[in-house]
């Protein structure tokens, strides 16, 4: 298995570019979700998927978009680049409501200029 | 709004000493809390508690929650230099489909 998988690992972008953070689990498992983490602030939840056809906003979901139309792929879009984006992205996964905690993927550095 | 705070946000150790790590949490609906490990990239999970007073033990590391004082402590014995990070405390709610992260603490163990 290879796990979470996230590309890119390092991304630049212009301000108001758009792009999507891929993310791809080989696990089945059914619960997916975005964090960000900034210095001092943790991660926070950007968005969160139960199952495929199913996602739902977390705490700071203002500029991104996402879809679930198969159980392993979660893709993140940002649609205009902010500098306020500048952050690294996690993808996590796990099995069902009824299973511990999330596995991470390693994370995509994002700057936004 | 759910909240987690960890304390310290950053401690300086020498090899062998112990450490104790504190989180505390105000969640609406509780179902666990989580540790977690993060040395460069992805956090790595360490253990998860939902029962009060049950320690879970993995090696030199042990974590232990009181549900009625909202609380949690991740204890390290005889740190080594490997055990540098950054240590990560979150709180899942009853939907499991959530995680609400404290800041992390930042352990440097030093030679």
């Known amino acids: 298995n290879a796990g979470v998988t996230q590309t890119p690992k390092f991304q630049v972008l212009k301000t108001g570019q758009s792009m999507t953070l891929q993310c791809a689990q080989d696990?089945?498992?059914?619960?997916m979700s975005w964090y960000r983490q900034d210095p001092g602030m943790g991660l926070r939840l950007i968005h969160y998927?139960?199952?495929?056809?199913?996602?739902d906003q977390g705490e700071v979901p203002n500029g991104y978009n996402v879809s679930r139309s198969t159980t392993e792929d979660f893709p993140l879009r940002l649609l205009s680049a902010a500098p306020s984006q500048t952050s690294v992205y996690f993808c996590?996964?796990?099995?069902?409501?009824?299973?511990?905690?999330?596995?991470f993927g390693s994370g995509t550095r994002l700057t936004v200029v | 709004e759910d909240k987690v705070v960890q304390s310290p946000l950053s401690l300086v150790v020498h090899e062998g000493d112990t450490v104790t790590l504190n989180c505390s949490y105000e969640?609406?609906?509780?179902?666990?809390l989580l540790w977690y490990k993060q040395e460069k990239k992805a956090p790595t999970f360490l253990f998860m508690l939902?029962?009060?007073?049950i320690e879970k033990k993995s090696g030199r590391l042990s974590s232990i929650l009181d549900k009625k004082e909202l609380f949690s402590i991740l204890n390290i014995t005889a740190t080594q230099t490997g055990d540098s990070a950054v240590y990560l405390c979150?709180?899942?709610?009853?939907?499991?489909?959530?995680?609400?992260f404290g800041e992390g603490t930042q352990l440097t163990v030093n030679p």
């Open positions: 996590a996964s796990k099995r069902g409501q009824l299973t511990y905690g999330y596995t």
């Open positions: 696990m089945n498992h059914e619960y």
């Open positions: 998927s139960v199952g495929a056809g199913i996602t």
């Open positions: 969640v609406t609906n509780f179902r666990s």
């Open positions: 939902t029962s009060s007073g």
């Open positions: 979150a709180v899942q709610e009853t939907s499991g489909s959530r995680l609400t």
